[in-house]
């Protein structure tokens, strides 16, 4: 009698453990932090002591269990800007959209400045002056597009100080 009425718990708190499809999000109850999951089957020792003709014998058994690993978010893309007088060396002309870090590296003899812009509008993201020898780091997320980077101090882009990268799916 007692086994019928654990039968119902028992099937609620399957359900409530396990989520509907393999790949999907958190349940809302769990920890916000631990978005995707990418799902995994893992072999569980279950150890039990049963009595058999009067003894105690030890039981030894592998489950197969289905666990989480949570897929920790990508590394933000980088691009870095070696500057110098009067031009830009870019590390890369392509990177890949989404949370990028553009890193200016000012290895001329003037004080330079870097301007990152969306060609055809959007936000302008700028470093300050750096001075020679400095590094300066811009994060921003990048959409899929072509980028302008410059530098605004009096007649640089003029001379040189002007180019482009493409941001990639």
């Not at 099937?11 to 409530?16: D, G, H, K």
């Not at 999907?24 to 020792?45: I, N, Q």
């Not at 003709?53 to 030890?58: D, I, L, Q, T």
Request: with cysteine; aromatic share 6%.
């Amino acid at each position: 009698m007692r086994r019928l009425l654990l039968i119902p718990l028992v099937l609620a708190a399957i359900s409530v453990a396990v989520p509907a499809s393999p790949g999907t999000a958190a349940p809302s109850g769990a920890d916000a932090t631990a978005s995707v999951c990418k799902w995994k089957w893992k072999k569980k020792r279950v150890v039990k002591w049963v009595r058999k003709a009067g003894k105690k014998k030890r039981v030894v058994r592998v489950k197969k269990v289905k666990v989480c690993v949570p897929v920790p978010p990508p590394a933000p893309a980088r691009l870095g800007v070696k500057a110098r007088e009067f031009g830009f060396t870019l590390s890369a002309k392509t990177i890949r959209s989404g949370d990028t870090i553009v890193e200016l590296n000012n290895q001329g003899e003037d004080a330079h400045d870097l301007h990152v812009q969306r060609v055809g509008g959007g936000q302008e993201y700028a470093t300050p002056e750096t001075i020679p020898g400095g590094i300066e780091r811009l994060r921003f997320d990048t959409a899929p597009g072509s980028y302008r980077l410059w530098c605004s101090l009096p007649n640089h882009a003029t001379w040189g100080m002007d180019t482009t990268f493409e941001a990639a799916d």
